[in-house]
């Protein structure tokens, strides 16, 4: 088994001033990149989306995180660096809840151009996936194979399944932070002979 981090990105501060009483529905990870690869990730896990002017934006739903694009780079070519002697997987993935009926087609063209970028500058890093979050219809194909990943975080998982609790069932989907405070340590116990890679919040 081979750790996975669920929106890397997602450990930084709003963008905005009135994000931050809704910061805890967000978050998924409190390391930075950096420290993220020096606990083990392997895997990393990019959520972006597009102003109406077409600069990107780091997102995890409708939060908008204080990532500049250059402070994006540098965390690439720090893992394209490590990449060069270790496997290094980023999936990327247009995050939208839900289409934009004005602008889907400039949201999509900003992505595609996003990801052949990426593809042709880091080219040591695996990069998987490029589909839109809303259907997870592939907009940009990568050329690597998706390797297995076993998805235990909030929104993949729940810490009940009463039909009759759903108000319950739905408490680890706005605050990932419990979830991964109560099977966190079991989830990683349980998996370590997964052949593949164990997606995490708050690793």
């Excluded at 009483?21 to 895997?43: A, E, L």
Aim: aromatic share 20%; hydrophobic share 35%.
């Amino acid at each position: 088994m081979i750790l996975a981090s669920h929106n890397s990105w997602s450990y930084a501060n709003p963008k905005y001033w009135y994000m931050y009483p809704f910061r805890f529905m967000s978050k998924c990870q409190n390391k930075d990149v950096i420290d993220q690869w020096v606990h083990g990730v392997r895997m990393f896990d990019l959520r972006i989306n597009f102003d109406d002017y077409g600069c990107m934006q780091v997102r995890h739903g409708i939060m908008t995180f204080d990532i500049s694009y250059n402070y994006l780079m540098n965390d690439l070519s720090f893992l394209n660096n490590k990449a060069k002697d270790e496997s290094i997987y980023l999936r990327v993935i247009l995050e939208q809840n839900r289409p934009d009926r004005l602008n889907q087609n400039f949201r999509e063209w900003n992505f595609r151009r996003f990801c052949e970028a990426l593809a042709e500058h880091f080219t040591n890093i695996k990069f998987i996936e490029g589909v839109r979050k809303f259907d997870w219809k592939e907009i940009y194909h990568f050329n690597t194979p998706k390797p297995q990943i076993l998805d235990k975080y909030n929104s993949a998982t729940s810490i009940t399944n009463k039909v009759n609790k759903k108000w319950y069932s739905k408490l680890d989907d706005w605050w990932p932070w419990l979830y991964a405070t109560l099977y966190n340590h079991d989830n990683y116990g349980k998996n370590i002979d997964f052949e593949g890679y164990l997606m995490m919040d708050f690793i």
